[in-house]
């Protein structure tokens, strides 16, 4: 007996087969309305298929994955922009103003949470000491330890910016004059600055060391508020580093608005007011007050002079501490002579005895400054703060 050859359906027809089955199970209609009555009066209850609407040969599909889609992508998108909405809430919540109240609490609470500035929000190293918070010596000083600088660029880039918020929102209360931001790391044993390890949770040992301290004053004038900052702590191997990776001369771009560096400007120290490299050096290299900027510069020998000339400029700010300098690193220098423009008369003037007469008053001796570095780096701390 030969047997029954069946031959395959192509897709199409099992597309099209399919396409009838309903919930029973049935392709025919009879059958599948038997199914429905026997399941009811047996109090089967009816299996709903999500896509029962939904046929393989029909456009539905496409649209509900599309929707289905468009229902998770904005779903995560509140998720997310509620999200950030809620901890920036939480965190302006938290943080303190300063400008309103400091004390010991507010400042810790504003190192711990971080402080918000301009349109950011800086958060400072996780290890830190509060050491004065007094609105009655006009006094903040604080100290941190970073652990996540992996260089020299990197600390400093990093301090100079926690700092800044800080001073922003300490000197913006009328009773801080003064904002003190100590800078210590670890070292390694080659002496580079050595940072945590496996996300942060294995921490460098041994004793920190002061990498730099910069200090923020206020000065309230009748042309309105002034805010400097000073680097101080910053020894000549330090420059050397900064200045390599930098590739920037640090005098002026870095210390230009930033206020005196000992180590920069002790080593132009001359007896010899003919020496023109000390002596040009120290011209070039000294802090000149905003919006002074330094255009040309002359030396008399003869008569033991020098004048010095700055852009055109409406403001007159005072240059005493320029001029005791000078005086200090070169002691055979009777008179300084500062011109603005192109005018031909000098706008400040200073002569060596009264320059030794004010700092007398200060607790200086003029011949005494400069005997060492170490006398001329508690004179230039002296005039930053």
Partial sequence: MARKKYTLPNPDEVEALFATVDDTGHSNEKRAEEQRNTRKRLGVPEQVDPLQDVTPGNADVEKLIRTTT?????????????????CSV??????????????????????????????????????????????????????????TGKNEVDIFSSSDIQSTALAVNALLNP???????????YETPEGDPDTSKFFGFI??????????????SKHVTSEGVNFTSSITGVDAELMDKLQKELNVTLSEKIFG??????????????????????????????????????????????????????????????LLS???????????????DFYVGESTTPYKAYVRDDAAKALEERGFKLNEIAQSQGTFTTFINELNK
């Fill in 70 to 86: 468009m229902v998770f992508v904005i779903s995560v998108f509140l998720i997310v922009v509620l999200s950030q909405v809620g």
């Fill in 203 to 216: 921490k460098p040992t041994g004793e920190p060391k002061r990498f730099m301290t910069i200090v923020w």
């Fill in 322 to 336: 320029n001029a005791e300098i000078l005086f200090a690193l070169i002691p055979p220098l009777e008179k300084v």
């Fill in 90 to 147: 939480a965190r302006r919540y938290a943080t303190s103003n300063l400008a309103n109240n400091v004390s010991y609490d507010t400042v810790y609470k504003a190192m711990d949470n971080g402080v918000e500035w301009g349109d950011g929000f800086t958060y400072f190293p996780e290890n830190f000491t509060v050491i004065e918070a007094n609105e009655k010596t006009h006094r903040v000083e604080v100290s941190v330890v970073n652990v």
């Fill in 175 to 185: 009773d801080i004059n003064v904002v003190v931001y100590h800078v210590d790391i």
């Fill in 257 to 318: 608005s930033s206020g005196y560096n000992q180590p920069s400007l002790y080593k132009y120290k001359t007896d010899n007011l003919d020496d023109k490299s000390k002596v040009d050096g120290l011209i070039k290299a000294m802090v000149y007050p905003s919006p002074l900027e330094l255009k040309d510069f002359s030396i008399n020998s003869s008569e033991h002079a020098v004048s010095i000339r700055f852009n055109e400029t409406k403001q007159e700010p005072s």
